[in-house]
């Protein structure tokens, strides 16, 4: 279908963003790699009044290392984000998840802030976001705040942004030696959002697990940190044969999954412990060679 | 209305479109060049692909206004004087399409996944075309034409 008519703005600094923004209307709406903003134009889902197209303002886009952690920029796209030499070196579980988001054609438009800002529960990143405890950087005209991932999504397409506000970029925390990542994602075909996706950080020193983060996609209207299996595989023997599995049985508690055509709940409860298995082996055994 | 200039297959063109004016009715509806298709409505099934500043795109989930400034190719554009693109010829060649409508996507994502891997495997073919889907072919005769392109383009481009 036609979209519904809107006023279209293209700042190209943000500071001329944030004034259009602000005197744009309630039903304004960023607009950034449009992925999955025009698709609900198109289905007529969605009717701003209003888009503002950061896409041309130069001081959202890239990765930068910033010593402790590293920044993505709002904009950076899904696959500027898979080659930046940055992020695979620093936060390699970024790469991994997306890389897995959507298809390459997708990925040159669709953008890392994009992604997190929708806040979609069946997105790759916000479950990679909280399990690595990433900050995300925003401004308004008044001014600048961060808001931690665990108090970034709200609900389902809800996120703690105010009307007016711009998520610049994110930082993502370096982890430091001994960690391994992985992220495991089930879909009926290729392109697909994720039925149930696992995104796992594990940290060992001679074959025991010493830290655990797991984040879950699609597991509830938010994406959820599973600290019942973080407390649990804490101390295990890691690999295939040790007590992961166990670990991973805690995957499912206090989810609240979704029943849609490809799975009902229980189904999704199954998945996530199983998926959280095969992520925590793998992530123990891909430990990169990090200094 | 909103003013673009963009260049389309080699051609600068100067517009005043409505901002809600999706990429592929500029191209179609506009310019008549009506080679890329319409298949879905829901960013799925890449029959709309088209090259934006070289890299693949699903031009049904681009407005118009936001390739001002940009370079677009589409299938008109990737022939060269009356000669195939090595892409099409091996279409062609192995029989890779049955109706055709998923050819222009098809051909616009197989010359960008060579670009980044020219000696493909069928795995990373099969990867690399994820956005575009076939109703017809079953795939393997398209993934055996984009790895004959791959070897022809190797060939002839040391
Ligand atoms: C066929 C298809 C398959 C897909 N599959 C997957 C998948 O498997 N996994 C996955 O994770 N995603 C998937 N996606 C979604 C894709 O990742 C999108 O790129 C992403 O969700 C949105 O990013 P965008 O830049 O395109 O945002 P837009 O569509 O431009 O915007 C999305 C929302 O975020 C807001 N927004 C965007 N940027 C900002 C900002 N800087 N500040 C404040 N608000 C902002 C917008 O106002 C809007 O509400 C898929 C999309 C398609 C079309
Ligand atoms: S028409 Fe189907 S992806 Fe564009
Ligand atoms: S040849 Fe008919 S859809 Fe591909």
């Known amino acids: ?291 | 209305m909103a003013r673009i200039s963009v260049e389309v297959d080699g051609i600068a063109y100067e517009d005043e479109v409505e901002p809600r004016l999706l990429l592929v009715h500029y191209l179609r509806d506009r310019l008549g060049k009506t080679g890329t298709p319409i298949g879905c409505d829901t960013t799925n099934c890449g029959a709309c692909t088209v090259l934006l500043d070289g890299r693949s795109v699903k031009s049904c989930s681009v407005l118009a206004v936001q390739v001002d400034g940009c370079d677009i190719t589409t299938i008109e554009g990737v022939s060269s004087d009356g000669v195939w693109h090595p892409v099409q010829k091996a279409f062609h060649e192995e029989h890779a399409l049955q109706c055709g409508y998923c050819t222009p996507g098809m051909v616009l994502a197989s010359i960008d996944l060579l670009k980044d891997d020219p000696d493909p495997s069928e795995e990373a073919v099969r990867q690399g075309l994820e956005g575009n889907l076939c109703r017809c072919t079953g795939y393997c005769n398209i993934v055996r034409a984009v790895r004959r392109a791959a070897q022809e383009m190797r060939v002839t481009t040391p």
């Open chain 1, 1 to 291: 279908m036609i979209p519904a008519s809107f006023d279209y703005f293209r700042p190209s600094t943000l500071d001329e963003a944030l004034e259009v923004f602000a005197g744009a209307g309630e039903e304004a709406k960023v607009l950034a790699g449009g992925q999955s903003l025009l698709p609900l134009l198109r289905l007529r889902l969605a009717y701003p009044t209003a888009m503002v197209d950061v896409g041309r303002v130069a001081e959202l886009r890239g990765v930068a290392d910033r010593g402790d952690h590293v920044h993505i920029g709002a904009t950076t796209t899904h696959d500027e984000v898979v080659r930046s030499p940055i992020v695979r070196e620093h936060c390699p579980l970024v790469a991994l998840a997306t890389a897995t988001v959507a298809d390459p054609a997708v990925r040159h438009r669709g953008t890392f802030g994009g992604s997190l800002a929708h806040a979609d529960p069946a997105g790759d990143l916000p479950a990679v976001a909280l399990a690595l405890d990433m900050v995300f950087v925003v401004r308004s005209s008044t001014g600048d705040r961060t808001i931690p991932a665990a108090d970034f999504f709200l609900d389902y397409l809800e996120s703690a942004l105010q009307p007016g506000e711009i998520l610049t970029g994110v930082r993502v925390p370096k982890l430091g030696p001994g960690w391994g990542f992985h992220y495991e994602k089930f879909h009926r075909t290729a392109q697909a959002w994720a039925t149930v996706g696992v995104a796992a950080a594990v940290r060992q020193t001679n074959g025991t697990v010493e830290e655990v983060r797991v984040g879950l996609t699609n597991m509830g209207p938010t994406p959820v940190r599973a600290a019942g299996v973080e407390a649990a595989a804490r101390g295990v023997e890691a690999g295939r044969n040790g007590s992961l599995r166990q670990a991973a049985e805690q995957a499912a508690e206090g989810t609240d999954p979704p029943a849609d055509l490809h799975a009902q709940p229980d189904y999704r409860k199954h998945l996530a412990r199983v998926l959280t298995h095969r992520a925590l082996v793998s992530a123990s055994a891909h430990r990169s060679p990090q200094t």
